[in-house]
């Protein structure tokens, strides 16, 4: 119950944009939280609902909220919100590649993808950076 309490979390705060040198996993980002914010929540937060940004909000609105939640929460929602935005482009970005690299590779269960990861010399800096922000090297 704790685990999908903190996934819904970080699923939820994964609404807020920017920009950051790094993505980050869900698993990753739910440490993050609940090491910076875990205290702040059952205390300022404990009974809000998740969703529609409410415990974004919540978390932010409390003044007594510490100053490192704050922050933590800013940070991982941009390294999340990154890491999905690459997951979505990460074939179009890497197109080029993978009709020079994996052309003969069949398409569909990832196989594409899979092969693009196992070329990592032959493939281009910029889809070699986007594999990464998409998590899968």
Same mark, same amino acid.
């Given at each position: 119950?704790? =685990?999908?309490?903190?996934?819904? *979390?970080?699923?939820?705060?994964?609404?807020?944009?920017?920009?950051?040198?790094?993505?980050?996993?869900?698993?990753?980002?739910?440490? @993050?939280?609940?090491?910076?914010?875990? +205290?702040?929540? !059952?205390?300022?937060? $404990?009974?809000?609902?998740? #969703?529609? !940004? =409410?415990? $974004?909000?919540?978390?932010?609105? %409390?003044? #007594?909220?510490?100053?490192?939640? +704050?922050?933590?929460?800013?940070?991982?929602?941009?390294?999340? &919100?990154?890491?999905? +935005?690459?997951?979505?482009?990460?074939? +179009?970005?890497?197109?080029?590649?993978? *009709?020079?690299?994996? !052309?003969?590779? &069949?398409?569909?269960?990832?196989?594409? *993808?899979?092969?693009? @990861?196992?070329? &990592? $010399?032959?493939?281009?800096?910029?889809? %070699?950076?986007?594999?990464?922000?998409?998590?899968? =090297?």
């Amino acid at each position: 119950m704790k =685990r999908f309490w903190w996934m819904t *979390l970080i699923s939820m705060m994964a609404v807020s944009s920017g920009a950051s040198s790094q993505t980050m996993s869900f698993e990753q980002a739910a440490v @993050v939280l609940l090491n910076s914010c875990g +205290k702040d929540i !059952g205390k300022y937060c $404990r009974n809000v609902n998740l #969703g529609a !940004g =409410r415990m $974004r909000s919540c978390l932010l609105q %409390n003044a #007594g909220v510490s100053a490192a939640c +704050k922050a933590d929460w800013a940070r991982v929602a941009v390294a999340v &919100q990154k890491r999905a +935005k690459a997951r979505v482009t990460v074939l +179009k970005v890497c197109e080029a590649d993978a *009709l020079q690299l994996c !052309g003969m590779v &069949q398409k569909g269960d990832g196989q594409i *993808l899979d092969c693009m @990861v196992a070329a &990592q $010399r032959g493939v281009s800096a910029t889809c %070699n950076q986007a594999i990464t922000d998409a998590g899968y =090297r």
